[in-house]
């Protein structure tokens, strides 16, 4: 035993385990992801409706989707060209009205933009209303949680930076991945992607193909493929749903295991195809034949004979331009120079106001006939008085 005035040890705290590392989509996520186009998006623009039905197939509520093409103004100014998916769902259990509703923004990736996701159960006295937001800014993923429980209301914020979400899909992306898997035919393997649980943390998202079935739709029978979805969270038992989706990415049902109701189509929807483009026809050029048509010839004797009296016309009235042009061609012929356009230039450089006078000397540095680009910049004012000389420049040029 310890004597008197001797300090009992202290007991020992346990270090905290450092927290775990978040999860990570995979290689086989990412590449399906990016195998996604901006052509084949807009296959998938379509609205649906689906009723809700419990174990006794009686009619609880109605459940719509609808995906088209938006536009998404960002807090910085920016618009872009969108994918808006909104989806809601209302309905009662056992006489509690309940309802969800997804309204979201994407990028042609299904990357998210902005999302709103609402839900209530209006049971009383305690009625629970829970809104989560979703807002890219920045490098950053901005959620708010905002819980209300009768009176009580707890608002939660979070911030996840973008590098450690790639592969995430959120709900409303959820819900396009599913049509492009329907369309395609086709689940990608052993793929895990990121989503928020029922908490808001991050977690993995799986989908395996159950393979095809034939269901009844109304008179008609029809073949869905069977996508099981599996969300797994750290913090709770995972929650796993079915979609059998028909050729063209309608969902024909949806169940969530463990739920005592389920959505189903009652009747076969119109099918959508891919659409195909009649190759654009090729016109062959073919020869304007003007002088063996009437109006065309006409148009062109007229148009000459006017071109024809306008040009004797100017030279009746300038009949030195022929006379200038008559002593060029002469002197051309007589000479014959091997530069025509030279020649050209020196013969009516002296009638160029303009130009720099030639040299008194003959000089090896012989300057260019063509007027300098800079001299056209400064006009000619033929209005310009010339500066009359004084008495004593007159009487010098006199002795001269």
């Known amino acids: 035993m310890p004597g008197k005035g001797a300090k009992r040890p202290e007991p020992e705290v346990p270090e905290e385990a450092p927290p775990p590392p978040p999860p990570e989509a995979n290689s086989e996520a990412l590449e399906f992801l990016a195998t996604i186009s901006e052509e084949e998006i807009p296959l998938l623009y379509f609205s649906e409706t689906l ?22 103004y960002s807090s910085d100014g920016d618009t872009k060209r969108s994918v808006l998916v909104h989806a809601t769902s209302r309905g009662q259990l056992e006489e509690i009205p309940c309802g ?16 709103h996701h609402h839900e209530f159960i209006k049971f009383l006295p305690l009625s629970v209303d829970k809104k989560t937001t979703l807002l890219k800014q920045n490098a950053d993923m901005l959620m708010t949680r905002i819980l209300k429980e009768g009176e009580v209301t707890k ?22 991945l599913l049509r492009v898997m329907g369309w395609r035919r086709k689940v990608p393997q052993n793929a895990k992607f990121l989503a928020f649980d029922g908490e808001g943390k991050l977690c993995h998202s799986t989908y395996e193909a159950l393979g095809f ?13 069977v996508v099981e979805q599996t969300m797994h969270s750290n913090e709770d038992i995972p929650m796993t749903w079915q979609y059998y989706l028909l050729p063209d990415g309608h969902l024909a049902k949806r169940i969530q295991v463990g739920s005592p109701f389920c959505c189903i189509i009652t009747k ?90 030639p040299p008194p000397f003959r000089s090896s540095n012989r300057p260019s006939p063509f007027r300098n680009p800079c001299s056209l910049s400064v006009p000619y004012n033929p209005l310009e008085k010339i500066p009359e000389k004084s008495s004593e420049e007159k009487t010098e040029d006199s002795s001269s």
């Open 155 to 176: 608002t939660e914020k979070t911030s996840f930076n973008l590098n450690v979400m790639d592969g995430f899909i959120s709900e409303s992306a959820n819900l396009l």
């Open 213 to 225: 079935q034939t269901i009844q739709l109304g008179s008609e029978q029809a073949e869905v493929l």
């Open 51 to 72: 009723n809700m039905i419990s174990e006794t197939n009686q009619i609880l509520g109605e459940y719509s989707l609808d995906i088209k093409q938006a536009y998404y």
């Open 268 to 357: 076969m929807p119109i099918m959508r195809e891919e659409d195909e483009f009649d190759p654009k026809p090729v016109f062959e050029k073919k020869q304007l034949e003007w002088e063996e048509d009437v109006q065309l010839f006409a148009i062109f004797r007229d148009r000459k004979e006017e071109l024809q009296a306008s040009h004797t016309t100017y030279m009746q009235h300038h009949p030195e331009a022929q006379t200038l042009i008559s002593d060029f061609l002469l002197f051309l012929l007589l000479r014959q120079p091997s530069n025509v356009v030279t020649f050209a230039a020196e013969y009516f450089g002296p009638f160029a106001r303009g130009l720099d006078k």
């Open 100 to 115: 969800t509703s997804i309204s979201g923004y994407l990028d042609w990736d299904l990357k998210t933009y902005q999302q």
